[in-house]
């Protein structure tokens, strides 16, 4: 199984962009859907669980959706500390583990 | 609130076998119904998840690593450790300690610890 994410995106302040994640029936069909990001030397961090839920530390301006076998990570206003790597995870009946998505750069130009 | 740090050589060998442990604090074992793993991350590279442990003991692990890792709960209830065995090069990374659980997936990470093969 593999978790299928957009190598990079960009945007400039202020607009919004969209990060998506594409598995199967044996990931994001069934299964909620988590989203970190990820700043260089530093471990992932959490945005997004159960494919819509934003810990209170978040800010609203990340939400997380899931469509059938997608999901998918929105950012609106974006600002220039968006930028990092951004990764999608879910369990796997295949794996019967984590399958993490390949992760997406966002670059705000 | 729990945290977890990762120990472990840093710096291996061809051949040799990879030892690490994760220490947490905050929390235990016997909390709930948490699985413990094991994450890497290659140079510049994406999220590869290795193995957990659930606290009952139950352990599974990545079907492109099985041949090689073992992960245990350690002596004390605050530890789990990996072993990887016959390392290569393409296994130096940074590796990195979680729980994690059904509904908010991996959520709480280690810094990491970086593990060089040469």
């Known amino acids: 199984s593999v978790l299928t994410q957009t190598p990079s995106v960009s945007g400039t302040p202020g607009q919004r962009v969209t990060i998506s994640c594409s598995g199967d029936?044996?990931?994001?069909?069934?299964?909620?859907v988590t989203w970190y990001h990820q700043f260089p030397g530093t471990a992932p961090k959490l945005l997004i669980y159960a494919s819509d839920q934003r810990p209170s530390e978040v800010p609203a301006r990340f939400s997380g959706s899931k469509s059938g076998t997608s999901a998918f990570l929105a950012i609106s206003g974006l600002q220039s500390e968006d930028e990092a790597d951004y990764y999608c995870a879910v369990w796997d009946d295949g794996v019967k583990g984590w399958l993490f998505g390949g992760g997406t750069k966002l670059t705000v130009l | 609130q729990v945290q977890l740090r990762e120990s472990g050589p840093g710096l291996l060998k061809p051949s040799q076998t990879l030892s690490l442990t994760c220490t947490f604090f905050g929390d235990s074992f016997t909390s709930g119904n948490y699985y413990w793993n094991w994450v890497r991350q290659h140079p510049g590279k994406g999220l590869e998840w290795i193995a957990y442990?659930?606290?009952?003991?139950?352990?599974y692990y990545n079907p492109s690593l099985k041949s090689r890792i073992t992960i245990s709960i350690g002596q004390s209830q605050n530890q789990f450790s990996l072993e990887l065995a016959s390392v290569t090069t393409a296994d130096t990374a940074v590796y990195f300690c979680?729980?994690?659980?059904?509904?908010?997936?991996?959520?709480?990470w280690g810094q990491g610890t970086t593990v060089t093969v040469s």
């Open positions: 979680a729980r994690g659980d059904l509904i908010h997936g991996i959520n709480v």
């Open positions: 442990i659930y606290y009952s003991g139950t352990a």
């Open positions: 029936n044996s990931n994001i069909g069934p299964y909620p």
